[in-house]
């Protein structure tokens, strides 16, 4: 993946946050000769038509893959997929799963959290890929068995790739998100994300797709998702997002694209982007979140990591009162203990407070600093790895 940004160091921060080069960087157009297979360019975004697709033999599909990796990469960073599901009553059955899912939150009174909304701006479906299966298995295997959605995944993470699914629900008057970027770097404080190497920032966006697919049409009105073409390309993004004048530009430059029933749009977790202000009078802006993960980003080895802390906590606090520095203990801590927070269930171990729960780390971390017993960190363990079961 190239970038436009040279590299000044091993690490980035906020200091190389230049809003004139991200001016240079997306201010472009798209050169549709560079996407021979989409059928048009729109707003610098490439569409195709799921139907070729669903026709394409082998070799136009290989050729229509590498025409998707080229745009998530180094071209706009997004690309439209319309009909990827054209198959009304599959998308119907499945939105009725979701409704019948939304109506058991609000008699419950459960507030799903979102990572960059405030909490109840809109109607929040975590875990919808389990959820689906469990409550309509037919409706899960119709769903999934779509070949646009295969095909876009393995261009852009192999095979092996493990698919997440959340619905949001946009409601008429819900607020626009603010603009981020995604999993993984983007679901960190700016602080958290700064102590990662800026060769970590490259990689971060190849380990993770994202797409939604619209489950009604989604006029402007209704508010779908603001894209800005490019800024997938910014080395720093992940810590310019946060910044005003970044935010301002994203408002001032941004492209918004209607989408029908079917459509589907996938796109880099690096470019800026947020869900719109649903300015409609009537249209419950339905999409199915897609997040897409490589099958790369896991460790070689099963490790119990509760059972590692519960053994070498003891000891932590041992040397903690014989004089043992910050440091020392961050160590151990660091090979003990999981140090992100992901995967959890969303619905038991919510972003309310921030864009994610404490990890594992964070617990033991919070548990030496206050003075924990072992068995009060044992049961905030346990508790803990209750709320990640989903």
């Not at 798209?30 to 610098?44: G, K, L, N």
């Not at 966006?205 to 073409?229: I, K, W």
């Amino acid at each position: 993946m190239s970038h436009a940004t040279p590299l000044r160091g091993s690490w980035l921060s906020e200091q190389d946050c230049d809003l004139d080069a991200f001016h240079a960087l997306v201010e472009r157009a798209t050169d549709p000769a560079d996407h021979p297979h989409a059928t048009e360019v729109v707003d610098d975004v490439p569409f195709y038509e799921g139907e070729r697709l669903r026709a394409a033999g082998e070799a136009e599909r290989r050729a229509v893959a590498e025409d998707v990796v080229r745009a998530l990469t180094d071209g706009p960073g997004v690309a439209v997929f319309r009909g990827a599901f054209p198959d009304a009553p599959v998308v119907d059955r499945a939105t009725a799963a979701f409704e019948a899912l939304i109506e058991a939150q609000r008699a419950a009174g459960t507030v799903a959290g979102d990572h960059f909304a405030a909490p109840g701006a809109n109607d929040r479906v975590w875990n919808a890929l389990e959820k689906l299966a469990r409550q309509d298995p037919e409706a899960f295997a119709d769903y999934y068995a779509n070949e646009v959605l295969a095909l876009v995944c393995e261009a852009w993470l192999g095979p092996g790739y493990q698919i997440t699914s959340q619905i949001n629900q946009v409601n008429p008057g819900g607020a626009a998100q603010s603009p981020h970027r995604d999993y993984h770097l983007g679901f960190l404080s700016a602080g958290a994300a700064a102590a990662y190497p800026a060769h970590v920032h490259r990689l971060s966006p190849v380990l993770t797709l994202q797409g939604a697919v619209a489950h009604r049409d989604m006029p402007l009105e209704s508010g779908p998702t603001l894209y800005l073409p490019y800024s997938q390309r910014y080395e720093p993004g992940y810590l310019a997002w946060r910044l005003p004048e970044f935010r301002a530009y994203f408002d001032a430059h941004h492209v918004q694209l209607p989408l029908a029933k079917g459509d589907a749009v996938f796109f880099n977790p690096a470019l800026f982007h947020a869900a719109g202000t649903n300015r409609s009078a009537d249209v419950r802006r339905m999409a199915n979140l897609l997040q897409i993960s490589s099958a790369f980003g896991r460790a070689m080895e099963s490790v119990d990591r509760e059972a590692v802390v519960n053994a070498v906590y003891p000891l932590l606090r041992e040397r903690k009162a014989a004089g043992a520095d910050e440091a020392w203990l961050d160590r151990v801590v660091a090979a003990s203990a999981e140090g992100y927070p992901f995967p959890t269930n969303l619905d038991l171990d919510p972003p309310v407070d921030g864009l994610a729960p404490p990890s594992q780390a964070d617990l033991v971390r919070r548990a030496i600093r206050e003075e924990w017993t072992p068995q009060a960190l044992r049961e905030a363990l346990t508790a803990a790895a209750g709320r990640r079961r989903s």
